[in-house]
């Protein structure tokens, strides 16, 4: 996964470069949705997703989310046998509202310079490589709107 062609698009006053070789399908493995041998799995979330889910499931914050001392991701969503807590029966009881980091997986956003994010592939661990068809720019698209509106909200 090293040495990704890349290209671009702007929203609003942001630049997004983002990998456009890669072909992707989540295969709803549930893989990162829980730990593995390897690998810790950190659900962290924005203060106002936290605040907007609270809201929407009618739950205190605190019951299903931990503070952390990440500057940009105010907590992160709680565990049970190192398993998300809304993970039941490898279903995601809050898909529709599921938070950035869940929607983004297997990549993430990085702020590079002012005003210039990179989209990068991380999720190593990922079953869908190679499964599906190939990413384009309106995918990645949408995954940036959604972040620029959960960013500015
Ligand atoms: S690990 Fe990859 S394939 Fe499995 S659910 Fe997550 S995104 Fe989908
Ligand atoms: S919120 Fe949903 S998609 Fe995200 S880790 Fe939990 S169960 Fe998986």
């Known amino acids: ?15 997004f470069v ?10 709803r493995c549930t893989l990162c949705c829980k730990d593995s041998r390897k690998h810790i799995r950190h659900i962290k979330i924005l203060k106002q997703e936290g605040i907007g889910l609270s809201r929407k499931i009618k739950v205190p914050l605190e019951h299903f989310a931990v503070p952390t001392l990440d500057k940009t991701y105010s907590h992160e969503i709680l565990k049970y046998n190192g398993k998300c807590i ?9 898909y529709d509202s599921r938070p950035l980091i869940c929607r983004f997986y297997p990549f993430e956003m990085k702020l ?8 990068l592939f991380s999720g190593k661990e990922c079953n869908a490589i190679d499964k599906g068809k190939k ?5 990645f698209r949408e995954l940036a709107k959604n972040a620029l509106k959960n960013f500015t909200d």
């Open 86 to 94: 809304f993970l039941k029966d490898n279903i995601c009881k809050i």
């Open 112 to 119: 590079i310079e002012k005003d210039i994010y990179h989209i």
């Open 1 to 15: 996964m090293n040495n990704l062609k890349c290209s671009n698009f702007q929203l609003s006053k942001y630049y």
């Open 18 to 27: 983002f990998p456009n070789e890669i072909i992707w399908k989540c295969q």
């Open 135 to 139: 990413l384009n720019k309106e995918y």
